[in-house]
Nanobody, 115 residues
Framework: QVQLVESGGALVQAGGSLRLSCAASGSICMINSMGWYRQAPGKRRELVAAITSGGTTNYADSVKDRFTIARDNAKNTMYLQMSILKPEDTAVYYC?????????WGQGTQVTVSA
């Protein structure tokens, strides 16, 4: 079993920055991918950014050049550095770890960006 715990969500003004963390524990497969997703009220959950255990990244167009995803494999921790935040970035942010066909999710952390 794998447990994921997100942290770092907060209320921030537009133009500000935040760093989210996702700590993984348990039986983590060696080759995996991790990602950040977000879900705003009334909207579907969407991919924000993802990173493989080898370091390959991809981003949603809406966050390119503003957000940076990173991971520390030794600490089993993933990060999302968010800059130039916009009100439309307001959402619950979820961490996901994929081991083959199995996905694990964290409980989410709220990010609110005020105008």
């Amino acid at each position: 079993q794998v447990q994921l715990v997100e942290s770092g969500g907060a209320l921030v003004q537009a133009g500000g920055s935040l760093r989210l963390s996702c700590a993984a524990s348990g039986s983590i497969c060696m080759i995996n991918s991790m990602g950040w997703y977000r879900q705003a009220p009334g909207k579907r959950r969407e991919l924000v950014a993802a990173i493989t255990s080898g370091g390959t990244t991809n981003y949603a167009d809406s966050v390119k050049d503003r957000f940076t995803i990173a991971r520390d494999n030794a600490k089993n921790t993933m990060y999302l550095q968010m800059s130039i935040l916009k009100p439309e970035d307001t959402a619950v942010y979820y961490c996901k770890l994929s081991c083959g066909w199995i996905d694990y999710w964290g409980q989410g952390t709220q990010v609110t960006v005020s105008a």
